[in-house]
């Protein structure tokens, strides 16, 4: 229970989180330029008059203020995200249908990010000082300066146009047939470009953030008694400096998760990878507000999860936490 | 302090190549007063195949290189304007947050925690969308999704500063609590807030290219992000289209994030360990 009760607190946080994106999303949609019925409907050329009306109708636009807010709130509590008249189909079904590639994109980013980043400060950290340890800072300097996108499609460039080693576009090859571990195989070659310069950006973050960290640690009196005692700096580094460092690299990496969902809409333009970041590419073009929304809010909702995901992770890391939570 | 930053080879490049781009965005019109959109050439010209196009020209002809020495203006201006305007929300925010503390404290930083749990870029995204894409609605969206980081700075830096002698001084002499605020406290906060600050135009620029990307730019301008994303079904053809955007927007991002970085180090000399990794 004491594990949990913390946990509790913030679900209960999340969804008073969520609860207020969907109160500004509304108020969005009344700020957009234009009828909201209009701006639901999306300019999808098939918003006729009769149809504006049963919007109107349905969204009890010809309401009080609040009325709509009120009802506005209570469809989405109820998952109604609304439907999109570009595609034909409820936009909760478009965002289910799409969200499992975006969570295995964004997590196998995640994982490479913070494994690739800490491994590479661990090193640099280790060298500090030394050519090998410029050559690494230098190289987190341009990957934090390198926009998302344009690695991306540099990447597509080099791997795949001109080396051919890996495929450019898509989720799996259309129309092999390939099934059992042929087809994951497959989708694990598709997956390597849009995850790596995904997690691209993020891995210099972290590579940057665990160097300082170590570097900080490796000041502090304990390792210092540590050394007194003979221990090998291998271990020291491994047993005692990382140990320390590693928690501020981990929380932010908690924090910036989020950022990965956004920085999929980017990902998933370039490689035509089938996730919500993509529908929300697809919607921006189709001006299908209701869509936007709706993979606005879903996202919302992953940042959250993500949260409290770290969270946890890091309450079974440091026990520390708990006990003073 | 000038000479601990000009003693920073990083930072002085960084200053190096950030006045180039404003230069050269200042002269666009001097070196290409046709303008980016003009049609001088045929499409899909080669770089370094003809004299006065080196580095070619795009799918309908325009000059590439003009196109980057306008699309400077835009990167420059979205980056230095969403920043002001991030800082003129942050920085009153975290300051009342900070100096009066208990209920004004809890709320504000309610409000920033709210905006910090949502995803920067679909925020912007979906604001730009709604709002339409102009160069108002794209600066005011970034400045939006920037402004919670400085909110907190702020907070901590007054809350750390508040409680020192001079403030105590400054009241006991009868000034009131707005005055102390604004003479005594945030004056003393602002070296942390030049280094965030230079730092956050670089992300702006990057947040401004992202969304023009995305079609998100506005129409009447030209700008790195935009051009890349025009190029991008192009690439397999055209590799030049997406290039040389690409790295203008990575050496102006890299240039910024090299001064920070040496102001950092300039203006907190103590904190300079952590400011060089």
Known sequence: ?325 | MIRRFASNKGAVIGVLILLIVIGLALSADLLFPRGPWAMVQRPFLVPFTMDGFPLGTDTLGRDVAAGLVHGARVSLLVGLVSTIVALAIGVPLGAVAGFYGGWADEGAMRFTEFFQTIPNFALAIVLVAILEPTLTSITLAIAIVSWPPVARLVRAEVMAVKSREYVDAARLAGLSNIRILTGEVLPNTVSPIIVMASLMVATAILLESSLSFLGLGDPNAMSWGYMIGAARTVIRSAWWLSFFPGVAILVTVLALNLIGEGLNDALNPHLSRKGTA
């Open chain 1, 1 to 325: 229970m004491a594990v949990l009760a913390p946990i509790l607190g913030r679900l209960v946080k999340a969804l008073i989180t969520l609860l207020a994106i969907a109160v500004l999303n509304f108020f969005l949609i009344h700020a957009a330029p234009g009828d909201p019925a209009v701006v639901l409907a999306g300019e999808a050329g098939a918003a006729d008059e009769q149809m504006i009306a049963q919007l109107r109708e349905r969204f009890g636009l010809d309401q009080p203020f609040h009325v709509q807010l009120g009802s506005y709130v209570w469809n989405i509590v109820r998952l109604d995200f609304g439907y999109s008249f570009r595609q034909g189909a409820p936009v909760l079904d478009l965002i289910l249908e799409r969200l499992p590639a975006t969570l295995i994109l964004t997590l196998t980013a995640f994982v490479i990010s913070l494994t690739l980043g800490i491994a590479l400060g661990v090193a640099a950290s280790a060298r500090v000082g030394k050519a090998s340890d410029s050559v690494l800072t230098t190289l987190a300097l341009l990957f934090y300066a390198t926009p998302l996108y344009w690695a991306a499609l540099m990447a597509v460039l080099v791997f795949s146009v001109e080396l051919g080693w890996l495929p450019g576009f898509g989720y799996e090859t259309v129309g092999a047939g390939y099934s059992g571990l042929a087809r994951i195989w497959d989708v694990i070659k598709h997956l390597i470009l849009p995850a790596s310069t995904l997690g691209l950006f993020f891995m210099a973050v972290y590579m940057r953030m665990t160097r300082a960290s170590m570097l900080e640690v490796a000041q502090m009196d304990f390792v210092k008694t540590a050394r007194a005692k003979g221990l090998s700096g291998p271990v020291i580094r491994r047993r005692h400096i990382l140990r320390n460092a590693i928690l501020p690299v981990v929380t932010l990496a908690g924090l910036q998760a989020g950022q990965l969902v956004g920085g999929a809409v980017l990902t998933e333009t370039v490689f035509a990878w089938p996730g919500i970041g993509r529908l929300m590419f697809e919607s921006l073009a189709a001006r299908d507000y209701n869509t936007i929304l709706g993979v606005f809010l879903v996202s919302a909702a992953m940042v959250i999860v993500f949260n409290i995901l770290t969270d946890l992770v890091y309450r079974l890391v440091d026990p520390r936490i708990g006990a003073r939570a």
